[in-house]
């Protein structure tokens, strides 16, 4: 793959790369391979998307890239440094929230507070705060039982966003959610985002979402897990909903529908 | 329904109406919990007390519930001092059986030789009948109270080690990533997460064992036992004073209970978050 980082006219620093990472399981019928020598750079602040169907190692490239899973070859660095072992530069966001049902809503967010060993009344402060951006003020005392699944994962985003990490990493966090409430929570997403400078590496499968909120999309076939193609989104920001309605936006979509035809991932 | 609908309620009084008819109703379910089982226990004494009494049932054979409660309040001091000592035995058996079955069952989750050599071995030794162990406790530990709490012990812990365990191992991997991510260390990462994360499932280990624990002190005095319940219930049983018998089965049922309710206090403390104690596994 080629991906050259000449997009940016001041060129950025890149933060992660990830160098001819392969990655195969053994199994009974022979080997499988999840990942085949897949490569790319993200520059910090960056949102970076990949999309692909179920299966295509899209979930192993992000457990690698945070070095909370292993590769069979090739190598994830961060600034220039090997990764080899879990990264804590970090904010994870899983497809799953991942909340602690025995803490409430604020004592969630203060886990990584606490984990980090940040100033208790800062962290609070913050915590609290986040919860409001994300419509959240007074549910700040409410254990996960009691909030929808929407209010549960925008809490596990603030969890990951506390400490203000550089690199923020999800997996198709909001997958499991229904629509109204996946628009709500990508508008919010992005606003967050352009607020900081937090480099943003997604994983989805919905073609609509990575085109909204990306700067590049990065588009992987299965079997094995390839790298197709890198395409940059030129859309302004803040995007809005109406725009997905646009030429432009259409273009993309069908950029990267085509190659899902292609390889035969769809078939018409 | 309203009133034909000649009258237009405004949504605020619809409202109102609503919440007040969900106030009575939860009211009437909660009254409705406490009176059923005690109109029906009310109800199961009176039958048996008339049953009794129609067929000059033998009171040695089957007692009428007047006789019991009359026993019961002969006795009472009686009772109350064989409850003390048999108490003590549950109690004493049940809190070896934790500082034992706990430490274990860490030890089991965190070194996975010790847990490849260990657990095999515990898991075929519940196939022996641990009441046959009883009468060797007698020999070597005498009748007083140590051979009663080893048989407590020896019956309850295993539950305790099992949930434990399970608990343990039940961790969604994700929440381990997120330790990591963080960069809790192992402590912390056990002490934040592994270990509340697993406390539901211990509770139910927790509430199997006690009963458990009640059964074992029993069969402790059973076998060889100068004092408690248990030894109690077999001079009752020699002499054919079954009123005193049964008396001495109430004594038991309601010690029981109280243990059961003192471990469901102690997780509803533990658990604040859970509405409910979760189940009644084993409830007695």
Redesign the interface.
């Given at each position: 793959m080629n991906i050259s980082a000449a997009r940016r006219v001041p060129e950025t620093p890149v933060y992660l790369e990830v160098d001819n990472l392969s990655k195969v399981y053994a199994s009974e019928d022979g080997p499988v391979r999840a990942l085949d020598r897949v490569s790319l750079k993200q520059q910090r602040g960056e949102f970076v998307s990949i999309v692909g169907p179920s299966g295509c190692g899209k979930s192993t490239l992000l457990m690698i890239a945070a070095g909370l899973a292993s590769s069979s070859e090739g190598r994830v660095l961060v600034e220039n440094k090997l990764v080899s072992r879990a990264r804590t530069d970090l904010g994870m966001v899983f497809q799953n929230h991942v909340l602690l049902e025995w803490r409430t809503a604020l004592q969630n967010v203060l886990l990584q507070a606490v984990a980090r060993k940040m100033d208790p009344k800062v962290a609070q402060q913050r915590a609290r705060e986040l919860l409001a951006a994300v419509g959240l003020s007074g549910f700040e005392n409410k254990y996960p039982r009691s909030l929808s699944g929407g209010m549960k994962q925008r809490v596990s985003i603030c969890r990951a966003l506390i400490h203000d990490p550089p690199h923020l990493l999800m997996d198709e966090p909001f997958g499991a959610l229904d629509s109204l409430t996946r628009d709500q929570l990508v508008l919010d997403l992005q606003r967050i985002c352009s607020e900081r400078s937090t480099a943003v590496l997604f994983i989805t499968h919905s073609i609509a979402e990575a085109v909204f909120l990306s700067d590049r999309v990065v588009v992987m076939t299965p079997r094995p897990g390839k790298i197709d193609r890198v395409i940059d989104i030129e859309l302004p920001r803040p995007r809005t909903l109406a725009m997905r309605e646009s030429p432009e936006f259409a273009q993309y979509s069908r950029e990267i529908l085509e190659v899902f035809l292609a390889r035969g991932v769809l078939k018409e | 329904m309203g009133s034909g609908g000649q009258t237009l309620l405004s949504i605020e009084q619809v409202e109102q109406r609503v919440q007040e008819q969900n106030r009575a109703k939860r009211a009437r379910d909660r009254r409705a919990e406490l009176i059923y089982p005690v109109l029906a226990a009310a109800l199961l004494l009176v039958v048996w007390e008339l049953v009794t009494r129609a067929l000059h049932v033998p009171v040695y054979l089957f007692p009428p519930p007047s006789s019991v409660i009359a026993s019961t309040i002969e006795n009472w001091q009686l009772l109350l001092r064989e409850s003390w000592i048999t108490g003590t035995e549950i109690l004493a058996g049940y809190a070896v059986s934790i500082l034992v079955g706990i430490p274990l069952a860490l030890a089991i989750f965190q070194w996975p030789v010790f847990s490849k050599s260990i657990y095999p071995l515990l898991i075929s030794s519940q196939a022996m009948p641990k009441v046959a162990v009883a009468p060797l406790f007698v020999v070597w530990f005498g009748f007083g109270l140590m051979p009663k709490v080893l048989i407590a012990f020896l019956i309850a812990f295993f539950p305790i080690v099992i949930n434990t365990v399970m608990g343990l191992a039940a961790i969604?991997r994700?929440?381990i990533?997120?330790?990591?991510?963080?960069?809790?260390s192992a402590f912390?990462t056990f002490r934040?997460?592994r270990l509340?994360?697993a406390?539901p499932s211990i509770f139910a280990g927790l509430k199997i064992s006690i009963t458990l624990a009640v059964v074992g002190a029993v069969v402790g005095e059973f076998v060889g036992g100068d004092g408690g319940l248990g030894y109690q219930l077999m001079v009752a049983n020699g002499s054919m004073n079954t009123p005193l018998l049964f008396a001495g089965i109430l004594a038991l049922t309601v010690l029981g209970v109280l243990a059961f309710w003192m471990v469901e206090v102690v997780e509803r403390l533990s658990?604040p978050?859970q509405?409910k104690a979760s189940g009644s596994v084993g409830s007695p």
């Open positions: - | 969604e994700e929440k990533y997120l330790a990591q991510s963080m960069g809790l912390d934040l997460i509340p994360d406390l658990m978050h509405e």
